[in-house]
């Protein structure tokens, strides 16, 4: 059944056409835990730490990404909802460009400094080898990387979400199956592991690039390109609560990391990395279904559809807290198993995140408000409120909790610091979703 953004949405029709996006997302994030699960097996922890070490950096460039890719498909789908086609596609052209530029710039800088970046990124000597031959590689692939998070929104704005899906599906079974032929057979170790994800940027940034060069049946195609500071600047703006997210997970990550080897050295770095691998999973759910429904929300937003509006933010919050309950529920009932397997065989790394993680998951019940709301101000390209809320849970309390609680509560405070997070964000979330529901109309 063809769906498209114009359309009016029943429950059933809405999870139709974001389910391809949840998806999308679960296996852009199964590149970096395929990755910590084969180097745990088969090189060790200290490699394993050194991907965390690493992860910082990676985000950061891959922010910007997110940031044209929201914000950027938000203001196209608005332009589409407006009924201005030709308008639609120079957007769509103009990011697409401004993405490849930043994308060889940034990472050609970060080449150049890479020993010193892992140095300030806490590598030490033990780990400073590993660290700087993975993030070189992945930086040979960073462009791709951005290329492909990019696309990723623009697929569904395309009203082509199965597509998207399909090249992150095949991405991803590419990563897995390099990473058993790199690491597993060929014993590459960390250089292994990130060419393998290298792979999967590749193929899921060069065949959208095709497909919208060549002639297809969706909204968006490449055009001429024609320079749009005005369009270019709103983008950003609309979508910095994306990069602002991704920037402050970086920077809490390098928090995690600085704490943890001062309380428990490698052991303890290696046990928030199996934990986030865990959480890069669990919360790409969220953020697939948010980045899915941001295009409709988008669309009936340009087009003066208050009625749907209304609609569509009633059934997206109530799948929304009906996930968040549900991932806590799992990841209860299945956390000894799926920890176990990232152990690498240690009894103590695997206490100490069986532990850690009872507390940590408690945060699922709550991000997925925090998640969902900004989201859905980037679609009504509202980028302050975004941004705002994305500021606040991952930087000022993100970064925060981390510095304080430790200091109060030892190793559990480290644990305990995304649950007091993403608390006192929804309260400012829901304070936001309260206030500006009148402006748009959503409730």
């Not at 084969?38 to 922890?45: A, H, I, K, L």
């Amino acid at each position: 059944m063809k769906i498209r953004l114009s359309d009016h949405f029943t429950t059933g029709k809405l999870l139709m056409f974001t389910v391809p996006s949840v998806i999308m997302m679960i296996f852009t994030s199964i590149y970096t835990v395929v990755d910590g699960l084969f180097v745990s097996r088969y090189v060790g922890v200290e490699a394993m730490a050194s991907i965390s070490v690493v992860m910082p950096l990676l985000m950061v460039l891959g922010s910007f990404g997110f940031m044209l890719g929201s914000g950027g498909s938000a203001e196209v789908a608005k332009t589409l909802g407006q009924g201005d086609v030709k308008k639609a596609k120079g957007y769509f052209t103009m990011l697409t460009m401004s993405i490849f530029v930043i994308g060889i710039m940034l990472s050609g800088m970060c080449l150049v400094f890479i020993k010193p970046i892992c140095y300030f990124l806490g590598a030490n000597n033990t780990l400073i080898e590993y660290c700087a031959d993975y993030a070189t590689i992945c930086l040979l692939g960073n462009t791709f990387f951005m290329l492909q998070v990019f696309f990723q929104s623009f697929m569904i704005t395309a009203e082509r979400p199965h597509l998207g899906l399909f090249l992150t599906v095949a991405g991803g079974v590419t990563n897995i199956v390099l990473d058993w032929l790199f690491i597993a057979q060929f014993h590459w170790g960390l250089r292994g592991a990130a060419t393998a994800t290298v792979c999967g940027y590749l193929l899921n940034s060069i065949v959208p690039i095709v497909y919208f060069l060549s002639p297809n049946k969706s909204r968006l195609s490449f055009c001429k390109p024609k320079f749009y500071l005005r369009a270019l600047l709103h983008s950003a703006a609309n979508g910095s609560s994306e990069m602002v997210s991704n920037i402050s997970a970086s920077i809490t990550s390098f928090l995690f990391n600085t704490q943890l080897m001062r309380l428990a050295g490698e052991t303890g770095v290696a046990a928030i990395t199996i934990m986030q691998y865990v959480n890069f999973i669990f919360i790409a759910v969220l953020i697939g279904f948010s980045m899915g429904s941001a295009p409709i929300v988008g669309f009936h937003y340009g087009a003066g559809n208050n009625a749907e509006l209304k609609n569509l933010f009633k059934k997206c919050l109530g799948i929304v807290l009906s996930v968040s309950v549900a991932m806590f529920i799992i990841s209860e009932i299945f956390s000894k198993p799926i920890l176990k397997a990232f152990s690498s065989g240690s009894a103590v790394l695997e206490k100490m995140t069986l532990s850690g993680f009872r507390i940590f998951a408690l945060s699922f019940i709550i991000s997925g408000i925090n998640i969902f709301a900004s989201s859905f101000f980037t679609a009504l390209c509202n980028g302050k409120a975004s941004a705002a809320i994305s500021f606040l849970r991952s930087l000022v309390l993100g970064t925060g909790m981390i510095m304080i609680l430790p200091f109060v509560f030892g190793i559990e405070g480290v644990w305990m610091a995304p649950v007091f997070s993403e608390f006192f964000t929804m309260v400012f979330s829901v304070y936001l979703l309260k206030k500006h529901k009148k402006e748009y109309n959503y409730a």
